[in-house]
């Protein structure tokens, strides 16, 4: 593997250090490069790409994996492959849940047993504002109304993003749906970096009305939420 510039770890290690506060401890994560020369993926993870994929795709998914693969021996495990599943989503080795997360220039894992977790979500996005005409796509009206109001709209509106991606992706362990952002309504403790997601229906295991709680995080460049479910845990 090519080895990054210091500029570039110190940046990749800056990142881990944003998601590290945002789950428990007993979450193993980890952060690659995609801009650098990540490891290689298991032949099973490699035969998941189309043979159509394009570079930048090969190197983010590579990026990914590898991040996965990593946050694995931090807990004690041996890395395996995460094939994609039919749904598209990550299929985690027996007794662990996780989650993955890419853009054009970071990749991070979170991994954890599922003696421990039942759910695990993260997303990391690019420090941009959101543009005002994806607003309608992603948000209620409750939720345009508070982006509005916000100092940086933008910032607001694409925190709101991905913290509904991080949720979609913890609350997918268990439910195994995936439905619209509508699904979803979203509101911040924006000084104390946290979030609440409400269910606006059913889906089961989830009732209409219950809750999953997030952080999130802003620097170096990226946005990245978190969400977790532990075991035994209440989703009033």
Same mark, same amino acid.
């Given at each position: 593997?090519?080895?990054?510039?210091?500029?570039?770890?110190?940046?990749?290690?800056?990142?881990?250090? =944003?998601? +590290?506060? &945002?789950?428990?401890?007993?979450?193993?994560?980890?952060? %690659?490069?995609?801009? /650098?020369?990540? #490891?290689? @993926?298991?032949?099973?993870?490699?035969?998941?790409?189309?043979?159509?994929?394009?570079?930048?795709?090969?190197?983010?998914?590579?990026?990914?994996?590898?991040?996965?693969?990593?946050?694995?021996?931090?807990?004690?495990?041996?890395?395996?492959?995460?094939?994609?599943?039919?749904?598209?989503?990550?299929?985690?080795?027996?007794?662990?849940?996780?989650?993955?997360?890419?853009?054009?220039?970071?990749?991070?894992?979170?991994?954890?047993?599922?003696?421990?977790?039942?759910?695990?979500?993260?997303?990391?996005?690019?420090?941009?504002? =959101?543009? +005002?005409? &994806?607003?309608?796509?992603?948000?209620?009206?409750?939720? %345009?109304?508070?982006? /509005?109001?916000? #100092?940086? @709209?933008?910032?607001?509106?694409?925190?709101?993003?991905?913290?509904?991606?991080?949720?979609?992706?913890?609350?997918?362990?268990?439910?195994?749906?995936?439905?619209?952002?509508?699904?979803?309504?979203?509101?911040?403790?924006?000084?104390?970096?946290?979030?609440?997601?409400?269910?606006?229906?059913?889906?089961?295991?989830?009732?209409?009305?219950?809750?999953?709680?997030?952080?999130?995080?802003?620097?170096?460049?990226?946005?990245?939420?978190?969400?977790?479910?532990?075991?035994?845990?209440?989703?009033?």
């Amino acid at each position: 593997m090519t080895e990054c510039p210091l500029q570039d770890r110190d940046l990749t290690e800056a990142r881990w250090a =944003l998601l +590290r506060p &945002l789950v428990s401890p007993t979450v193993a994560i980890a952060a %690659q490069d995609p801009l /650098a020369a990540p #490891p290689a @993926p298991f032949a099973a993870e490699a035969a998941c790409l189309s043979p159509n994929a394009v570079e930048k795709r090969k190197r983010e998914f590579a990026a990914g994996r590898a991040a996965a693969h990593q946050s694995m021996r931090a807990l004690g495990k041996p890395p395996a492959p995460i094939p994609i599943g039919p749904k598209r989503a990550p299929l985690w080795p027996d007794g662990l849940v996780g989650s993955i997360t890419h853009c054009s220039n970071c990749a991070l894992a979170a991994v954890a047993a599922r003696a421990t977790h039942q759910g695990l979500g993260i997303d990391v996005e690019e420090d941009a504002p =959101l543009s +005002r005409d &994806l607003w309608p796509a992603i948000a209620s009206p409750d939720e %345009q109304a508070w982006m /509005a109001t916000q #100092p940086d @709209p933008g910032l607001a509106g694409k925190v709101l993003f991905s913290a509904k991606e991080a949720a979609y992706k913890a609350q997918y362990a268990l439910s195994q749906r995936y439905f619209g952002f509508d699904g979803l309504t979203l509101s911040f403790d924006w000084a104390n970096t946290g979030f609440v997601a409400c269910f606006s229906r059913a889906q089961p295991p989830f009732l209409a009305g219950q809750r999953l709680r997030g952080r999130f995080a802003i620097g170096s460049g990226v946005i990245i939420t978190a969400v977790e479910i532990l075991n035994n845990e209440s989703c009033p």
